[in-house]
C-alpha cells in the first residue's frame, strides 16, 4: 500500500498549477499547497497504523493486504465495515477537513466496475471498440497504484433560461478521434481537488441542449500535456498550526481545468457520445461519493455536538435549562443523520454487479435533511458561543506575561482550563466563521448533485408517483380504488441498467 | 382471542360517564361514543381476519394463538415483527385515526413486567407487601382476557412559578390505607381513550413538590365505585361516513377522571409512594408507546405523501416542477421518519427482562423531528390542495341532477375521476382542517412526555455529556486531553434498575 | 345608514340558496345562515353607536352623514381615519370572524371608480357603448343604499399544465348579446360571503388562454334570475353561544355560484371581453381588500398576543423566563405587521382619481410576512397552552354541583378566576383548533391573489429588476456601471392606467 | 468640521495597541490597521463634500455648520433628514462596513444630554458632586471636535450560572477615589472600534450580583496612560483592493481593553456606584444605536436584494419562475425592514430633554426579524449564486492571455459583460464567505444588547402584560372583564426619568 511518502513523491510530475496569480512549481512543497498535500499524505499514512489495521485494510481474494477504499460491500456487515473505515479516515481528518479524499474520488469507480458492459455499449463514435477492458485496466491501476483519481463533472454555467446556449459552451468535447484514441478541448468548472490527484476522472452532467461531442467520460494524467489547473485563492494558512487549527491543515482547492487538445488513447475512455447515456449518470454514478457525504455530516453533526457542549460547560451557560435546551438540537440532528445512514445501510439491495448498495433515497434524503438545517444550526452554535467564537486572545497575547492575569481571568468558567476555551474558540471560529469553513460549508451545497436536482430525479422515480404504490395508503383512506399500473412510465422508459443501481426492487 | 362483539358487550357495565353535557348510558351504543366503540370493535376484528393471521398473531409458548400485542421481541426481527402488527393496525384504522388503540395502552405494560422488582422493593407505605405477584397477575388477566387499559397518567397543571403548589393540587393521593388495600380521591386530568378501555392504568409523573401519598401506581376498572369520566365535547360526526369519512370514525376522547373514594385491592397496587421512583419514569415507561408514536407518524407521512401526489395530479399541478419540488418535501419527511424507525431497531438492546428494544434517543428523535415539522408540512399540503381542502360541493349536492353537469365541470383534472376528487378533498378536509383533525394534531403534541421535556431528560443522560465520549471527537479536533470520567454523575446516581431501560451499554 | 333590521329584512328576497345538502328558503332566519346575517347586521347597527358616531361615520360633501366605508380617502390623515374604521369593525366583530364584512367588499369599488374610463374604452364587444355612467350610477346605488357587493371573481380550476384547459373551462361567459343587454351562463367558484350580500360583483381573473367571452365583469343582484348558490356545509355552531363563542357567530361561507342564462342589462356592465385590461387586475383590484386584511391580520395578531399572555398568566407558565421569551415572540407578530400598515399609510401617493392609496408593496410583503408565519404561531400559541386548548369542561359540567369543586381546583392557577380559565380556552380552541378557525385560516391564505402569484407580480414591476434602481447600491458596492434604463420594459409596456394605481413615482 | 487628514493625524497619539501578536505604533499607517483607519477617515471626509452638504451637515441655533452626527431631531421630519444622512454614511461606507463609524458610537451621547439630571443624582460615592457639568462639556468637548468615542460597555463573561461569580470577574471597578477624580482597573471585554476612536465611553450593564465598584461610566482618552488595547487577528486585507473589494476596506476590529490603575477625573466620571441605575439602561442607552442599526440591516438587505437580482441575471437563472420567486423573498426582507425603520419613525415620541425619538418597540422588533432571518437568506443568497460565489477566476488569472477566451466564455450569460461577473462574485464572496463578512454577522447578533435579552425586557413593559391595555382586545373576544390597573407594577417601580426614555405615552 502506498505511503505518504510515496504520494508525495509522485506530485512533483510537472503538472501545471496554477493558484490564485501564483504558479505552483511543486503541489508537494508550495506554500500555497503543501498542507493539503501533507493532509492527504496522512491518509495514505493512515492505513501503515497498526492499531488501525482492521479498519483501514483488508485482504483480498488474492490475499494481497489492501486499503479498504478497494472492498467490496457483498452484504449489510461488510457495507457496516466500509462505513467504519470512512468515518476512522474523516475522525482523523479534521472531521471532514477533506471532503474529496481519495477513498471518496474513487468510490464513483464502485458504479463503474459494477456493471461497465452498458458503458461501452451504449457509446456513439467508437467504431464499435469495446470499451470494457480499459474500464477494468484503469480500475485495476488505480487499485495496484492506490491512486487518487479526481471527479472533474461539472460543466461549464451556461445561460440558463434557453437550452440552446449548451452548444455554445466551452464544455470539453471531442475535436478529433484516430485510431489510438480521441483528443478534447475544453474546460471542466469544477474539480475538487484536482490539483492533489493522480488522474482525473473526466465526465459530464446531461443538460438539455448537450451535443453528443460533449459527452466524454475518460481517465486522464494530472500531468497530461494540454492539462492547465486553475484555481480560485487558496483558503488555507500554512504554517498557522496553533492559531488555525483546521485552516492549517490546508484547502483542497476547487480547480477549473482547460483541457487544450489533449489526447486520450481509447483504453482511457469509458464511454463516448451518448447524451440519453449521459443523462442516468447524474446520481447514480454519486451515489457512494453521498453516501459517504451522509457519513461525513453525520460526524460533522458529533463534532458541532460536542463543541457546544464544550463550549457552553466552559462559559457555564450550560447549567442554564433553556442553554441546554437549545444543545440538545445538536443531539437530535446527530441522530437523524445516524438515522439516515443505519436505515440506508439496512434497507439495502444488491446490484447487478454483486455489490450491497445503501438505499438510495435514504441517504439522499440524509443529505437534504442536513442541508435544510446546517445554515440554521451553524447560527445556533454560534450564537451558544457569544462572543466566545470571534474575540478571543491570540496565543502570543496569551504568552504574553503582562496580559496573563487578565486573560487567565477573561477565559476562566466554571469547569475546564482557561486555556483549552481558547482551544474550542479557535476551530469554532476556523469551522464556522472563516474563508475556510464557508468554503466547506460550500462544498457540502452544490458537491456531486444539488438538492433541487435530488428533489426532481426522485419525484421521477417509479415508487414516487401518484399511480404508484406509495399512494396506496391514501387511496385506501380515500376510498379510491387502486389504478392499473402503467406498463410503461418515464421512469421505466429509463435503461433497465440504471435502474438497477437504484434497487433490485419494486419496478 | 376477544371479538369485537365481546368488546362491545363488555363496555355496558355500568361505568359513569358524561360526554360535554351528556350523561352516556351505554358507551357502546349512545350517539357521542359508539362510532369509536365500533372502530375498537374494528380493532379486535382485525386479529380474526384470515388474512392476517401471521401479521395479527402468533402462537406463545404454550401453543396458545394470542394477538401480537402481548407479543415480546427478543432480537430485532422479532422487533420488526412488532412493527408490522402496529403499522398493520395504523393502515387499517385510519391512519392513525385510534392512536390509543389497545395495543398501544397495553405497550405501557412491557416495561412493567420486564423487571417488576424494584416497583415493589422502592416502594413506600406497603407495610413490606411484595407487589410483584398482583403487577404479573393483572398482567395475565390483560393477556388472557385481551383487555384494554387505559393510561391515566397525567396530573392536574398546577402552578408552574412554585413548586409548593403542587402539595395543594387535586391530584389522585391515599386518603387511608388498610389490610384489603388503600382508598384514593382526587383528579387524573387526561386519560385518552378512558371511556373505552376494561381498565384503568392509574399512574403518575414526578414534579417538584409531589408528596409520597400522591405517589400511586396501581389498575383499576372503568366502573369501580367512585370513578367518574368526564369528557371535553366529542369531535366524531356519527353517522356522516360519505362526507366526513375519518371525523365520522369516532373520537376517542381525553378523559378527565374523577376518584371519589376508590378503593383499590393490594393485588392491583403496582407502587406506592416513592417520588424517586416516580422520577424514573416519565420518559421510561412510555417508551413503548413512543416506539409505536413514530410508526404512527412514519404512516402518517405516508398518507400525507399520497394526498399530495393524488390531489396534484388530479388538479394537473403536479406538471409543474416547482410543484414537484414541494411535494418531494413529503417523500424526504416520509424518508427521515422511516429512517428513524428502522435505525432504533438495529441499534436496538436488550433489557434486563430479555426484550429486545429499540434505541430509546433514535426514536424520541424521530417523534421530536415529526413535532417540529408537522405544521409546516401541514400548511404545505393545504397550500399545495388550494382551494379543494375547502370548496367542493356535498354529495348531496352532486347528486342533484341539475347540479351535476356544473360540478363534474369543476371537479375534473387532467388524471382521475371527477368524483374521486370529492373523496380525495373529504380526507383532507377531515384530517387536516376540523375540530377531528385538529385534535388529533394537539395529541400528537401532548401524548406522554412533551418535546421540552425529552429534551431535558436527554441531556441529562450519561451519553450526552460534555464529559462523556459523545465530546471527545470535539476535545480530539480541539486538542485537548479527555478528563477523567466521573465514577459518580446525576444521571449514574439514578437507580441502575431505571437506567438499564436506556440501554445495555455505555455507562 | 341602513339598520341592521332592514339589511335582515332585504335579505329574504327569494334569492335560491343551498348549504349543504339544504335548501335555505330565508337566509336570515334559517338555522345554517342566520348568525352569520345577524352578524352582518350587527356590523351595520355598529353605525348607529353614537359613542362610535365620529370612527363608523362621515359627513359627505352634500352634508349627508354616511359609513364610513363610502369615505375616499386623500391624504395620509384621512387614510389613517379609515383605518381605524376598519379596525373599529375588526374589533367589534370577533378580531376578524367576517373578513367579507361590507366595508371589505365594497372598497373593491374604489379602484373602479377611482378611473372608470377605460374599463370601458378597453372593452370588446359592446358596440361602442360607454359602461363609464353606468359604473358610476351602480356605485351611487351601493352607497345610497349601503348595500353589500360580495365579489365572485375565482373562476374554475382548470388543468394547470395546459393553457387550452382554460376555454373548455365552465367559467362564466357571454352568451349572447342583444340591445339591451348581455346573457352569461357559467359557474364562479368561490364567491365569498356572497349568500349575505346585495350584489354579486362579477368579475375574472386573466390566466393564459382565457376567452374574450369568459372576461365579464358586472353587477348582479343576489336574487337575479338564473343565480343559485351552493354552498359546502357551513362551519358555525348556531346557538352555542357560550361553548363556542366564536363559531357561534356564524360562516360566512364560501358560495359557488351558477349562473344560467343570466341576463345582465348594458347599464350593470362595467367591462366586456378583453383579456388585456383583465390581466391588469389580479392585484390591482384587490389592493384595498389586501390593505384592510393586513389590518385585520395585524388586529389578529394583537388577539393571539393577548391570548397568549392571558393562558400563561392563568396558568401560572408566565413566570418562567424561556415561556415569556417565546410569549414575546407575539410581540414581535404584532410590530411587524403594524409596520407594514403604518409605514404603507406612510409612504402612500395620490391615484389619478385624487385618492391617496397606500404603498402596494408594503402591505402586499405585511400580507407575505404573516402567511409565511403564521402556522408556526399558531402551533406556538397552541404549545403554549398545552392541554388547556383541548381538555376543560363544558359549562354544563361546570354548573354540575358534584363536578364544581373538582372542576375549580383544576382550573385554578396563580392569577384570574377559574371560570375564566373556561372563556379563555374556548376562544383558543373556536379560533385555532376548530371547522371554523381552520376555514378562516385557509381563507387568509386564498383571499384575491395567492401569495406565489404577489411574488410572481412584484418581480415584474419597474422598480424590482436587475436594471432598475433597486440594483444601484449593489452595482455601486460592485464598481459595476449603471446601465442605460431601457426605453420599454415588461412592466412599462402594461396599460399606464393600469400603472398609476401601484404608485405616483418611479416609473 | 474634521477632515479626514485631520483624524488620521490626531490617531497618532501614543496608544498602545495591538492586533494579534504585534504591537501597532501608529494606527493610522500599519498594515493591520491602516485601511479601516482610512475608511473612517472617508467618514470625516465625506462631510466636506459638496454635493452632500444638504444631507451629511447642518447649521446649528449657533450659526455654525456641523456634521449631522451632532443633529437632534425634534419633529418626525427632523427624525427622517437625520436617518438620511445614517443611510447617506451606510450607502458611501460599503453598505455597513463600518458599524460602528463616529456617528454610530456618538449617539449613545443623545440619551446623556437629553436628561442628565438623574445620572449625576443617581451616583453613590461621589461625595455629592454635580457630575451635570462634567456630562455636558465632555459632550461639546466631542461635537467641536468632531470626534470619535468608542463604546466600552460590554464586560467579562462570569460563570452564568451563579449570580455571585460577578463580584470575583476582572471587571473594570474602582479602585480608590480623591479630590481630584477616581482610579480604575479591570478589562471591557469587547469594545468594537476603540482602536480607531478618540475617546473610550466607559460603561457597564447591569447584572445580578455586580458590586458598586463595577459600576463606573465615564469618558477616557484612548491614549490614558494604563490603557492597553489588546485585538483578535485582524479580518482585513490590505492592499487587496481589486480581489477583495469589501475586506480590505479594513476592519474594525473588537477590541478587549485592559485599564491599569488608570486616574479618570471628576469631570469626565459621568455616573458611580449604583447598580439599580445601571440596571435602566441596557437598552435604553443603546436606542439610538439600535434605530441605526435597523437603518443599516435595511441599506445591507437592499444590497442583498440588489446582488441577488444581478448575479441571476448574469448567470440567466433569473429568466426561470421558481428562482424569480425565490428572488422576491429579498424583496420582502427589505421591505419588512423599511416596515419597521417607517414605522418607528412615524410612531415616534417626545423624550423629557425635547428630543423626537423614534418608537422603540418598533425598530428592537425590526432588529430581532434582521437576525431570525439573516442566516437563512444568506444561505438563500449563496445558493442563488450556485458555485459564483466561490468558483471563479482571480483578477490575474483573468489578465492572463492564455487563460482569458476560456475564462471570458465561463463568465459569459445572457446579461451584463464577463468581468461585471467576477466584480460581484468578489462582492458576495467577501460580505458572505469570508472572515471579514462573518465577523461581521456575528457583530450584528451581539452590538449592544442581544435578542434574549431584547424580548426580556420587552415583556417587562407595562404596556405589554397580561393585566395591561393589549390584552384587552382578547379579555373583550373571551368575554372576560378588564382588571383594576395595578397602581404599581415592576415596570412602573422604575425610575421615571428611565421609562420617560421608552415612549412618552401609555404608563
Not at 479498519?55 to 457496516?80: A, I, N, Q
Not at 466551452?170 to 493522480?198: L, Q, R
Request: charged share 25%; aromatic share 10%; proline share 6%.
Amino acid at each position: 500500500m502506498r505511503t505518504g511518502k510515496e504520494y508525495l513523491e509522485a506530485l512533483n510530475d510537472g503538472r501545471r498549477v496554477w493558484v490564485g496569480d501564483e504558479f505552483i512549481d511543486n503541489v508537494a512543497t508550495h506554500p500555497k499547497t503543501r498542507a493539503f498535500a501533507k493532509l492527504t499524505a496522512d491518509f495514505y499514512d493512515l492505513h501503515h497504523r497498526p492499531e488501525l489495521e482492521d479498519v483501514m485494510t483488508f485482504v483480498d481474494e488474492d490475499g494481497v493486504r489492501r486499503s479498504m477504499m478497494w472492498f467490496k460491500p457483498t452484504d449489510k456487515e461488510s457495507l457496516r465495515r466500509k462505513r467504519r473505515y470512512h468515518e476512522t479516515v474523516l475522525r482523523n481528518l479534521g472531521a471532514g477537513a477533506a471532503p474529496r479524499s481519495p477513498d471518496v474520488n474513487n468510490s464513483v469507480f464502485r458504479t463503474y466496475v459494477d456493471d461497465p458492459r452498458p458503458w461501452s455499449d451504449q457509446s456513439v463514435g467508437t467504431d464499435g471498440r469495446d470499451l470494457v477492458p480499459g474500464i477494468l485496466e484503469f480500475c485495476d491501476l488505480l487499485r495496484e497504484g492506490d491512486l487518487n483519481a479526481a471527479i472533474a463533472f461539472v460543466d461549464p454555467q451556461t445561460d440558463r433560461s434557453r437550452d440552446s446556449a449548451q452548444a455554445e459552451s466551452p464544455n470539453v468535447h471531442v475535436v478529433s478521434t484516430n485510431d489510438d484514441g480521441i483528443v478534447v478541448s475544453g474546460v471542466k468548472s469544477v474539480a475538487t481537488g484536482a490539483v492533489f490527484a493522480d488522474y482525473i476522472n473526466l465526465g459530464t452532467f446531461y443538460k438539455p441542449g448537450v451535443t453528443s461531442e460533449q459527452i466524454v467520460f475518460a481517465g486522464v494524467p494530472a500531468n497530461a500535456p494540454g492539462v492547465t489547473m486553475i484555481n480560485r485563492e487558496a483558503n488555507g494558512r500554512d504554517g498557522e498550526e496553533t492559531e488555525h487549527p483546521m485552516s492549517s491543515q490546508g484547502d483542497e482547492l476547487d480547480t477549473t481545468i482547460i483541457f487544450d487538445n489533449v489526447f486520450i488513447p481509447w483504453e482511457r475512455v469509458f464511454h463516448l457520445g451518448n447524451p440519453e447515456h449521459a443523462s442516468y449518470y447524474p446520481q447514480r454514478v454519486f451515489d457512494w461519493v453521498h453516501y459517504q457525504a451522509v457519513v461525513r455530516e453525520m460526524v460533522r453533526a458529533e463534532l458541532m455536538l460536542g463543541l457546544a457542549l464544550l463550549i457552553t460547560e466552559h462559559t457555564g451557560t450550560y447549567a442554564i435549562p433553556p442553554v441546554r435546551a437549545r444543545v440538545s438540537q445538536f443531539v437530535g440532528f446527530m441522530q437523524t443523520l445516524k438515522a439516515h445512514v443505519v436505515a440506508s445501510e439496512e434497507d439495502g439491495f444488491m446490484t447487478p454487479g454483486g455489490t450491497y448498495k445503501p438505499n438510495v433515497l435514504m441517504f439522499d434524503f440524509g443529505r437534504v435533511f442536513y442541508l435544510e438545517n446546517i445554515s440554521r444550526l451553524t447560527a445556533e452554535l454560534l450564537d451558544l458561543c457569544g462572543r466566545a467564537s470571534l474575540v478571543f486572545p491570540t496565543e502570543g497575547q496569551w504568552q504574553n506575561p503582562e496580559f496573563r492575569p487578565w486573560l487567565e481571568a477573561l477565559q476562566s468558567g466554571p469547569v475546564g482550563r482557561p486555556h483549552d476555551r481558547l482551544k474550542i474558540s479557535r476551530v469554532i471560529r476556523d469551522y464556522f466563521m472563516s474563508d475556510w469553513g464557508d468554503r466547506m460549508a460550500a462544498f457540502e451545497g452544490f458537491n456531486g448533485t444539488p438538492i433541487l436536482l435530488i428533489r426532481e430525479l426522485t419525484i421521477r422515480r417509479a415508487e414516487i408517483s401518484a399511480a404508484g404504490p406509495i399512494a396506496d395508503l391514501a387511496r385506501s383512506i380515500c376510498g379510491i380504488e387502486n389504478p392499473e399500473r402503467p406498463e410503461q412510465t418515464e421512469y421505466l422508459a429509463q435503461a433497465e441498467y440504471a435502474r438497477l443501481q437504484d434497487s433490485a426492487a419494486g419496478r
